[in-house]
């Protein structure tokens, strides 16, 4: 989990909001990292606490003493680097800068492809970064390209395909596809089958509808690197079992360069690598391209003191697993049009290269180079780009759905499938006969809703009545082999919309996770 608020204050006011490793003054422009990454059981505590520059964070994130380039941090380093510069700031030996940067530069991703749109189109209003100044290179002709391409102003990164009245007609259609138990499919507990859609039917399902897949079977990607199909039983409204297309989601790059400056500033080139193509050329995620010292020049417009230019660098095909990211900070803010736009510091997956592909040209900014005045050219070193450690973009509408069921089984933690989900507000009745190896079973909620329960019964007595569970709260109940538990109660969604099977796949994956964690 994240650091508390308590924990993180702590942590820069310790560093005086400087940069323990660098020793750079950096203000809003410091994150509060994990020492020893929390998915390597570190804690969210002060002893675990550091507090970096976007750059020394970048480099802080994955060490590996075999790493091949470079010397990376090690947890004992950072700690001693930690140490030592909380001890300056305490005896008030710090020092200032003679050349402070002058840009501030990050990396974001946009995971909407509403919001990659409007930016394409040059509607920034909505993009977090103040000033921003879009520029216009052959990244952002082609992902003007995939938006026109598409029939809609939005895409969703699933489709709806076929339904049957029961597993046994989905059998009958597909029998090479085996039917597993509920929970029982790694990082897809939601669901019961899945398979790989053929082009044939890409082509005549999807593609009429939905742009990217049109130009992804036309640029020969194979359907396995377009979409997956996950089958599952639909409780909410009439009981059916359900296909769904999970798309591989479009997300674009952007370099951000801020100027901290307190006067406009020029900037006049970016060095970097490139990979130049007008095709859709799919390929592995790589940094590296065809042309490594590749030169690009930037227009001639001043930006302003605050001011950000906004470089399109690449786009993406997301994974299909998309697991939940590991949440360093985040900012979320309510649009116009409804939806809750979220701004994380994340990683975005445990192998995100392998995961995710290239599609389109790319460039990958190493230094970026600017002018302020009559003063002589300077250039600021750009740290690589890294899936595992940035800032990304999403939204969402307000959604609810029902509350979940899992157990405990044999030691492990099994997903058992939804409660009360005929609809909001019905008052409906759950029996649970508790198979063998069963200790416990868990009433979970985890969406945008409020779940009440009116009683829960064990073998005939109530053991607890009148419960209400707000988003993320949960009860236990203790249970043997052949017990009979009996829940009544009704959800109340929040909004309007009903959660999507994949939100609700991520929600039950993720909340298991944590709980094993």
């Known amino acids: 989990m994240p650091f508390s608020p308590t924990v993180r204050d702590r942590a820069l006011v310790s560093a005086a909001r400087h940069c323990c490793v660098c020793h750079r003054y950096k203000g809003a422009k410091v994150e509060v990292h994990h020492i020893v990454p929390e998915s390597k059981g570190g804690a969210s505590d002060d002893a675990n606490a550091i507090t970096l520059c976007f750059d020394c964070h970048a480099d802080a994130g994955h060490y590996n003493p075999q790493h091949p380039r470079g010397t990376k941090f090690s947890p004992a380093e950072l700690r001693r680097h930690r140490d030592e510069w909380h001890a300056m700031v305490r005896g008030n030996n710090i020092q200032p800068l003679d050349t402070p940067d002058t840009l501030y530069c990050r990396f974001l991703l946009c995971k909407n492809f509403g919001a990659i749109r409007e930016v394409t189109i040059g509607d920034l209003s909505n993009i977090p970064v103040p000033q921003p100044l879009l520029v216009t290179n052959e990244i952002r002709v082609f992902q003007r390209l995939i938006v026109d391409a598409h029939p809609l102003k939005y895409r969703h990164d699933k489709e709806w395909g076929d339904s049957y009245p029961d597993r046994d007609a989905y059998i009958a259609q597909h029998p090479d596809v085996p039917l597993l138990e509920l929970g029982t499919m790694e990082n897809y507990p939601y ?4 398979r790989v859609p053929s082009a044939r039917e890409l082509q005549e399902k999807l593609a009429p509808r939905d742009g990217p897949t049109r130009m992804l079977l036309e640029g020969g990607v194979t359907p396995n690197n377009i979409a997956t199909v996950f089958g599952y039983w639909e409780r909410c409204g009439e009981d059916r079992f359900q296909e769904i297309y999970r798309l591989r989601p479009i997300w674009a790059i952007y370099l951000a360069a801020t100027n901290l400056a307190q006067h406009s500033v020029s900037l006049t080139e970016i060095k970097g690598a490139k990979h130049s193509t007008t095709e859709i050329a799919y390929r592995p995620f790589a940094t590296t391209c065809d042309e490594p010292d590749s030169l690009y020049a930037l227009p001639s417009v001043p930006v302003p003191p605050n001011g950000t230019m906004l470089f399109p660098v690449a786009t993406i095909l997301g994974p299909t697993n998309d697991i939940g990211p590991e949440i360093f900070s985040q900012d979320s803010a309510q649009l116009s049009t409804g939806q809750i736009q979220v701004v994380s510091h994340a990683s975005i997956s445990a192998s995100p290269t392998r995961d995710s592909a290239l599609i389109g040209p790319a460039y990958w900014p190493r230094t970026i180079s600017f002018q302020s005045g009559a003063s002589t050219r300077q250039e600021q070193l750009i740290h690589e780009f890294n899936l595992s450690n940035l800032y990304t973009i999403d939204r969402y509408w307000e959604a609810g759905s029902c509350p979940h069921l899992f157990s405990i089984r044999n030691g492990k933690w099994l997903y058992c499938g939804e409660l009360f989900a005929r609809r909001p507000g019905n008052l409906e009745v759950e029996q649970i006969i508790v198979r063998k190896g069963t200790t416990a079973l ?56 009903p959660t999507d099977p994949w939100l609700r796949n991520s929600l039950i994956r993720n909340f298991v996770k944590s709980a094993i964690a």
């Open 191 to 194: 669901f019961e089958a899945s």
């Open 442 to 497: 868990l009433i979970c909620e985890l969406e945008l809703e409020t779940t009440m329960i009116e009683e829960i019964r064990l073998n005939g007595q109530i053991i607890k009545d009148y419960l209400t569970l707000s988003t993320g709260e949960v009860v236990q109940i203790p249970v043997r082999h052949g017990d009979v538990v009996t829940l009544r109660g009704y959800y109340i969604a929040r909004g309007s919309n």
